[in-house]
């Protein structure tokens, strides 16, 4: 392979990591704090998405041109509050009656849950692709073509993400998210409200899901469908567990390292039916081998 | 063992005089409703979905393994027996003398079936062995990651079709209601007479606590192996069926779906109870076909199959579950002639001895309560 | 104890004749060859030995004598919708006409359409519900190949003739002699393709990416390949995606790293407009290329919109709206008064389709399936929209297929490609 074929395959690889990066951090959060795999995360993804796709497929009477940078700033916020409120719905209705149930039991419930939206946006929407009408210029650097929206995708997910590194570390919610996902009834002793930190672990998490389904759907221009979260949703839980789950830097690494992994996998001839395949190959691998994942530390099961 | 033998022979009799029955009443057209459609849609297909309920509930009821890979073991009985059947069955097919035609197919189609439920048995334990260091959740996404990987695989073998599908299977299962019914009901005896034996008990106390009966002395590896190897055995002949009476099939036959709704079908049933997961699988499937028969609705301006909704319902039906009622429609309770005589004439007095004043109707519901 | 025994022998020996006897029905053995293997084989002599081995195993139910029950199946809210829009459209303003001039037969038609969501076992359920519970006298459908091959057994077995408007994968009319369709096949859409590119654009360097999930896609990227090569050109790489895809850009920078003069891309509109773009973002400049599975109006708007990334690409298809002949005119006025849109190929063969299916009715005189199937393979010079239909042996309409460039939003005439100077056409007559 070519020198700037390789490093195209790095930027399309990085490029489609963030977007996985951006939900790992999700999944990793909320197994952090309850050990459970939010199945409908890949689903607030798909919404976000549709949401994007809403706001530029009509003119909304005029409120801000959607094709200005305030209107798609505009845009992406919306998404994610629509996200963030359903994320918290989805916590309220589904998972918080089954707070104390066997971890099975969620497990269920958050594989019905995706379900559920999955469907309820094929009977809202139907299943034809939807495409947000944008397009962005290319630029040219070296070898390497990079187009407006890709770039501002990688910035703004890396600054995304950034900012949710400054928030677990540095503000008081983020200490008390640390301290429940440490141990969560000892945090509950202590006085941390863990009911309104888990509300706002969700809350999060599914803006940062909303935000990224938005980005793909503006800046990549890829068709929104009720199945548009399915492998994605999969695939960042798989950076998550690449990365060690419960680890927010470790989703990150994960995501990135997948997004390439496939990317080179994908630009191979004999190879490229089976990109699909690769993620699971690696959940499995790193389950069997390294089940803490490349940053996680160990957890002796108690007994 | 002649007991055992006898029983299996009534059952095969039953099965063989309904089959023929039937046939006689579809092709004869004895009723305006009992088409080959509807015997499909209401019979058999309901059937199929009780023996993939029926032994996934073996692994995720009995043994508490929760898998979410079930289609990819469908799958593999599907394309491994048929692939036998198209690649070397129909060849040696062709050189029997036509007196011997029907025996041989009915040979052939019994080792194209046993191909599909040995090779989905191998890939049972191919899965089982490297997720036993799994549990609970990892355990899901590992099995749906195995289930995944298959479909992907027959995708892409040219061998078998890769995504145009496998078809021109030779569909020996002809009718069919034979074959379906004596594996639903194959699989229920042996889920029914593994747990009633010593071995039950074992594959309940992993379900249970599996540290408690790795203490006990149960080689709990062993017991979720063999979960795994057995409900996928029986998977993989449902497979094997399908594809021999189909004459067709395809990558998106087993695609994820299949696992969730035979998952929702268990859960619903109760985890752990034969009789449920039956009335489960063949209810759900039931209802399922009743929503296709309705007339088409329009719901925000545009026109709905309310069939359409089928997903949509199977997922709510599995949230509601777990929510009001985890342990299922029958809990780990099984339904037979015992328990029904049990709950019709059991007497009041029986369960509980309450003081003559304080029956009242509030009283009668605590009481239906008890076990 | 003895006695046990002796009945289980008994029994045993009785089970096993009855199990055999069970398996065995009449026919219903329906020979042992698989499709599998190449997609790209087009042996004319194994296609026909095909099409006329396979039987009736039971017939369908008798249809209604006092009106004329048509079934149709196609994808209304699946990935492909446009596709069975279009053929919604064009059936339901055949019906409706043939209605105004008196029926069929003198009877009424009624049009029953069922959905498949692009899924091949939906498919096969609908086709059944069609044939058992509606009681249709024919069917018209599908679009892709892949659930016309779902749904064409089905037919078959039943004895009930089936018209696939535009499913053009060889193998979809070689399940049966009942099966029929009246678009052209792929070896010939793939060899127009090459032709053109060879002579028309003089390229000699040419990528493929094609659907990996579809029939059509991965038989036309065959098919293409090997005229392509035929006529001198090279092929520098062959990649493949999925439809959920939405990241093309892996195998659009291998594919870039070799530049090739125009990449063939034979897919379904939904991805090819995201692929287009995001080629346009690596840099790719050279035009791409495709076949029937462009022609949708939504092809344009998942390229970023009129003028963008699809901009000047050609894909081949059944006819063009903007031909001048008179009954091309004459039928885009009528279904855009009808539907207010632009009628797109799918919409013009399902119109044929649907029109051949009444003038085989009205030949057979009789709502007898056999006898309209007699009536459909005989068909010779029937005028169509998309040109003139003559069903051949295969059961396949010998058609011209035009080249259709984009511009704008709209779909405009390049050129007519005609089958007599197609080899792979010419090499199917020679049966005979």
Request: net charge positive; hydrophobic share 50%.
């Amino acid at each position: 392979m070519e020198l700037s074929t390789l490093a195209q395959q790095l930027v399309n690889g990085i490029q489609s990591g963030a977007i996985y990066a951006l939900i790992a951090v999700g999944y990793t959060m909320v197994y952090g704090i309850l050990r459970m795999i939010n199945f409908a995360h890949g689903e607030v993804y798909m919404v976000g998405a549709l949401v994007a796709w809403l706001g530029t497929s009509r003119d909304w009477y005029g409120v801000v041109s959607h094709a200005s940078t305030g209107g798609l700033v505009l845009l992406i916020a919306t998404a994610m509050l629509v996200c963030m409120t359903l994320g918290v719905l989805i916590e309220r209705l589904a998972y918080r009656p089954l707070r104390h149930a066997p971890r099975l039991i969620v497990l269920i419930t958050a594989i019905g849950m995706s379900f559920l939206l999955q469907n309820l946006a094929l009977i809202l929407f139907g299943a034809d692709p939807k495409t947000v009408p944008l397009t962005w210029r290319t630029v040219q650097l070296g070898g390497i073509s990079v187009s407006l929206g890709q770039l501002v995708l990688l910035i703004a997910s890396l600054s995304f993400m950034a900012g949710l590194q400054l928030l677990v570390k540095r503000t008081q919610f983020g200490r008390a998210m640390r301290a429940v996902s440490e141990d969560f009834q000892a945090a509950a002793l202590m006085g941390v409200p863990y009911d309104r930190v888990i509300v706002g672990t969700f809350a999060i998490g599914a803006a940062l899901a909303g935000a990224g389904g938005a980005m793909t759907a503006i800046f990549v221009g890829a068709p929104v469908t009720p199945t548009f979260g399915f492998m994605p949703g999969v695939k960042a839980f798989v950076s998550a567990v690449l990365g060690g789950i419960g680890n927010i830097p470790g989703a990150v690494l994960g995501g990135l390292l997948l997004g390439v992994i496939e990317a080179l996998v994908g630009g191979n001839p004999t190879l490229s039916p089976f990109r699909d395949a690769v993620a699971f190959c690696l959940l499995i691998a790193v389950l069997l081998f390294r089940p803490a994942g490349l940053l996680g530390r160990a957890v002796q099961e108690k007994v | 063992m002649v007991r055992q033998a006898l029983w299996c022979g009534v059952a095969i009799i039953i099965c063989w005089a309904l089959d023929r029955l039937l046939q006689a009443a579809v092709y004869g057209q004895w009723f305006g409703w009992l088409t080959d459609y509807t015997y499909r849609a209401f019979i058999l297909v309901p059937l199929l979905f009780v023996t993939l309920a029926v032994s996934l509930n073996l692994i995720n009821g009995i043994t508490g393994q929760f898998s979410l890979g079930h289609a990819g073991f469908f799958a593999v009985g599907a394309y491994l027996s048929a692939g036998f059947s198209v690649y070397f069955a129909s060849g040696w097919l062709a050189q029997v003398p036509p007196a011997w035609q029907g025996m041989a197919q009915f040979g052939l189609l019994l080792m194209a079936a046993l191909i599909g439920a040995g090779a989905a048995a191998l890939f049972g334990l191919i899965v089982g062995i490297p997720t036993l260091r799994l549990r609970g959740d990892y355990l899901a996404i590992a099995t749906l990651g195995f289930g995944e990987i298959v479909r992907v695989l027959f995708e892409n073998l040219d061998l078998f079709g890769a995504q145009r599908g496998f078809t021109g299977i030779p569909t020996w299962v002809g009718f069919g209601f034979c074959w379906y019914a004596l594996l639903a009901i194959g699989c229920i005896a042996v889920s029914r007479n593994l747990l009633k034996s010593t071995h039950g008990l074992a594959f309940l106390s992993v379900r249970e606590d599996e540290t408690a009966a790795e203490v006990m002395g149960v080689p709990t590896t062993y017991y979720k192996v063999a979960a795994f190897v057995i409900g996928a055995m029986f998977a993989g002949a449902a497979g094997a069926l399908l594809a021999h009476r189909e004459g067709s099939i395809y990558p998106v036959d087993f695609k994820m779906d299949i696992s969730i709704i035979v998952v929702t079908m268990v859960v619903l049933g109760g985890q752990g109870s034969i009789t449920g997961s039956v009335l489960a699988g063949a209810g759900l499937k039931m209802l399922e076909e009743l929503l296709r028969l309705l007339p088409v609705v329009t719901l925000f301006g545009r026109e709905f199959q309310p069939s359409d909704f089928r997903m949509l319902a199977f997922a709510l039906v599995l949230i509601l579950t777990m929510i009001f009622r985890p342990q299922g429609l029958l809990g780990h309770r099984e339904l037979s002639w015992a328990t029904l005589r049990r709950w019709l004439w059991r007497s009041p007095k029986r369960v509980s001895a309450p003081p003559a004043e304080a029956i009242s109707i509030s009283g009668e519901g605590e009481q239906m309560r008890q076990p | 104890m003895t006695w046990r025994k002796w009945l289980l022998w008994l029994m045993a020996m009785a089970i096993i004749v009855m199990l055999s006897a069970c398996t065995s029905r009449p026919g219903g053995s329906a020979g042992g060859t698989g499709t599998a293997g190449s997609s790209g084989m087009v042996n004319p002599a194994a296609r026909l030995a095909k099409r006329n081995a396979a039987k009736v195993v039971q017939p369908a139910p008798e249809p209604d004598q006092n009106r004329i029950v048509i079934g149709v199946y196609a994808d209304l809210t699946g990935d492909n919708s446009t596709f069975g829009e279009e053929t919604r459209n064009g059936v339901t303003l055949a019906v409706e006409e043939a209605n105004r001039a008196g029926g069929v037969l003198g009877k009424p038609v009624v049009a029953r359409f069922e959905d498949t969501r692009s899924d091949p076992q939906q498919a096969r359920n609908v086709v059944t519900k069609l044939i058992q519970q509606e009681r249709v006298l024919a069917v018209i459908g599908e679009v892709a190949s892949t659930m016309s091959l779902a749904g064409g057994p089905i037919c078959q077995k039943y004895g009930v003739p089936m018209i696939s408007p535009s499913s053009t994968n060889p193998a979809v009319t070689d399940q049966g002699n009942y099966i029929f369709r009246v678009c052209f096949i792929d070896p010939f859409q793939g060899y127009v393709m090459a032709k053109f590119l060879a002579e028309n654009l003089k390229v000699k360097r040419v990528a493929i990416l094609y659907d990996n999930s579809s029939d059509y896609s991965k038989g036309l990227a065959e098919f293409f390949q090997q005229s392509f090569r035929k006529m001198g050109g090279e092929i520098t790489d062959v990649l493949s995606y999925k439809p959920q895809d939405t990241d093309f850009r892996s195998q659009l920078t291998t594919i870039r790293a070799k530049n090739p003069e125009a990449i063939y891309i034979p897919g379904y509109y939904k991805s090819v407009g995201l692929i287009a773009r995001q080629a346009r973002e690596l840099g790719i400049k050279v035009p791409l290329a495709g076949g029937d599975g462009w022609s949708s109006p939504k092809l344009v708007e998942g390229a970023g919109g009129p003028g963008k990334a699809i901009e000047g690409c050609y894909f081949s298809d059944h006819y063009a709206p903007d031909d001048p002949a008179p009954q091309i005119q004459e039928f885009v006025k009528k279904y855009r008064q009808r539907f207010g849109q632009t009628p797109g190929g799918l919409a013009a063969l399902a119109y044929d389709a649907a029109r051949v299916l009444f003038a085989a009715i009205e030949k057979a005189g009789k709502l007898d399936r056999a006898a309209i199937r007699d009536a459909i393979a005989n068909t010779r010079n029937f005028p169509g929209v998309t040109g003139v239909i003559t069903i051949n042996e295969f059961g396949d309409a010998d058609k011209s297929a035009v080249v259709l460039q984009v511009k704008g939003n709209r779909f405009v005439f390049v050129t007519r490609i005609t089958p007599e100077t197609a080899t792979t056409a010419a090499s199917a007559r020679q049966v005979k």
